[in-house]
C-alpha cells in the first residue's frame, strides 16, 4: 500500500498516523506538504491527521480545505481512491466537501480528552474489513468540535444508505445519549462518502496500535487498509 500524509501548519498527529500505517504495512508513508501541487505518484491512500491545522481559524479545518493540495486530493478522491481524515482530517475533509456535515463545536462547549467506545457499524468497506460489523472497539476522543450535524436530508440520506461508520457507544455497544460524547446526530463518530472510498472520523485510532501503549483496538482500521479488499 502506498500512503502518503499530508501535513498542514497546526498538524500534530502526522507521526502517530505513520507509525500506525508502517506498523500495519511495513511500508512508511510519504510524507506530503500542504502546499505541494502533487500526490507521489501511485498513492493509494492518502490520510489528512489530526491537530489544529491553522490555528483553528475561521473554522476548524475551513483553512486547510483550501489549500493547494487539496486539488490532487479532490481528484484522487474523484478516481475512487481511498482518503482517511481523522479529527482535524475529518473537519478537513467536511469543510472541502468530500464528506458529508460538518463538525460544530461539542454540545458541552468543553474541548474533550478520554478513551471512548465505538460501534463499528460496516465491516464491507476498505476501511474496517478487519473488524465485526457490529464490533465494540476502545479508542480515543481529543476534540473541541466534533459533534456531526447536517440539515434532516442529509442526515436521513447519510443513514439510509449505509454512510454510517462509527457510532459512540458504551462498552456493551449500547448506543444512547449518555454515551455520546458531543451531541453528534445519531452519535455519529464518522462517516463514509457515497462511495465508500472517503472516511472521515473523529476518534484517534492511530493512538490505539500497541498494548504496551494503551491497547491496540485501533489497528485493525490500518491492517484493513494494508490488506484492503474492494468494498
Ligand atoms: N485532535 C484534533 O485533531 C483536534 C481537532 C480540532 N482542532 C478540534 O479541536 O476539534
Not at 479545518?61 to 481523522?86: E, Y
Not at 504496551?212 to 482500521?221: A, Q
Request: aromatic fraction near 6%; hydrophobic fraction near 40%; charged fraction near 20%.
Amino acid at each position: 500500500m502506498k500512503a502518503a500524509v499530508v501535513i498542514f501548519p497546526g498538524s500534530n498527529r502526522e507521526r502517530d498516523m505513520a507509525r500506525a500505517l508502517k506498523r500495519a504495512s511495513g511500508v512508511a508513508p510519504a510524507m506530503v506538504w500542504h502546499a505541494d501541487t502533487e500526490l507521489p505518484p501511485g498513492t493509494d491512500l492518502v490520510v489528512l491527521p489530526g491537530g489544529f491545522s491553522y490555528g483553528d481559524y475561521l473554522r476548524c479545518g475551513a483553512i486547510a480545505a483550501r489549500s493547494k493540495i487539496m486539488d490532487a486530493v479532490r481528484a484522487h478522491a474523484g478516481r475512487g481512491g481511498l482518503v482517511l481524515g481523522v479529527c482535524n482530517g475529518f473537519q478537513i475533509l467536511c469543510e472541502a466537501q468530500l464528506l458529508p456535515g460538518v463538525l460544530a463545536r461539542n454540545a458541552q462547549l468543553k474541548f474533550i480528552c478520554r478513551r471512548q467506545h465505538l460501534k463499528v457499524e460496516r465491516n464491507d468497506t476498505a476501511f474496517t474489513h478487519r473488524y465485526r460489523a457490529g464490533q465494540v472497539i476502545d479508542v480515543c476522543v481529543a476534540h473541541g468540535e466534533g459533534n456531526w450535524t447536517a440539515d434532516a436530508e442529509t442526515a436521513a440520506r447519510v443513514e439510509g444508505e449505509g454512510l454510517v461508520a462509527f457510532r459512540y457507544c458504551d462498552a456493551a455497544g449500547v448506543v444512547s445519549p449518555q454515551t455520546n460524547c458531543n451531541g453528534s446526530i445519531n452519535s455519529i463518530a464518522g462517516v463514509y462518502s457515497e462511495k465508500l472510498n472517503v472516511l472521515g472520523m473523529m476518534p484517534h485510532p492511530e493512538n490505539l496500535i500497541d498494548d504496551l501503549v494503551g491497547g491496540s483496538d485501533g489497528l485493525g482500521l490500518f491492517e484493513s487498509l494494508a490488506t484492503r479488499r474492494a468494498a
